[in-house]
């Protein structure tokens, strides 16, 4: 068994592993939000950005499989250190009471799995078209592929804007403690220093969701359209 193997097994080496990849995703939640909110500037802006993407197939196709790698590399990570802790603790305590705890916190795992299940249903309905085919059908007068038009489509539906909005709540839920956690769990966090990592976390959760909901709010009520 290797050095890597071996320290990877370790409740320690899966901490690691979930505050590296858990930093990836972080940092394209970000560029993926910046990318899609330059439909306030109007069509001409985010179909030339979707436009330069894919122009380079390569490279889009390395960064989606480099995702999809670090992504269940979170998950699986997560899921075996929920396992290990379980483990630890096969008696649950006498009460429920709940001990210096915050709902991110309790409800980290949960909101990961349902996250995982958006992230599924985005991909297929604004990507690959599996549930909209018809969208991959909609070019600008360039010929490019019209994401303005796809987005306006899209978040018509009330019932897809409402499932997006709860998701991202429950993302931003979910970034709100982890992105603390990443610090703690790569030995970065200092008690001098952990008001403001919380500070930081909580603001750039209540970021993503304003950012990411404008979006949908916007389409909603028509003044992007």
């Known amino acids: 068994m290797s050095n890597v193997t071996r320290f990877y097994k370790s409740s320690l080496g899966k901490k690691y592993v979930m505050a590296l990849t858990g930093f990836a995703l972080f940092g394209f939640v970000i560029a993926h939000m910046a990318g899609n909110l330059q439909i306030f500037l109007g069509p001409e802006s985010i179909n030339a950005y979707a436009a330069f993407l894919k122009s380079k197939p390569g490279l889009l196709w390395a960064a989606r499989i480099g995702l999809l790698a670090v992504a269940i590399l979170h998950i699986t990570a997560a899921v075996q250190l929920v396992r290990i802790n379980r483990r630890a603790r096969p008696v649950g305590y006498n009460d429920n009471k709940v001990v210096a705890s915050s709902l991110a916190q309790r409800t980290i795992f949960m909101s990961g799995l349902i996250i995982l299940a958006f992230i599924i249903y985005h991909l297929l309905h604004f990507t690959f078209g599996a549930t909209n085919p018809d969208y991959l059908q909609y070019h600008d ?33 979910h970034l709100s403690h982890g992105v603390s956690s990443m ?42 359209k």
Do not use: E, K
């Open 141 to 173: 007068p360039l010929g490019r592929h019209d994401v303005y038009r796809m987005m306006i489509a899209g978040f018509s539906n009330i019932w897809v804007s409402i499932f997006y909005i709860i998701a991202m709540g429950l993302l931003c839920l």
């Open 183 to 224: 610090f703690q769990s790569l030995g970065l966090r200092r008690r001098a220093i952990t008001r403001s990592l919380n500070l930081f976390a909580r603001a750039m959760a209540l970021l993503i969701f304003t950012g990411n909901v404008a979006i949908v709010v916007a389409v909603l009520t028509g003044l992007v």
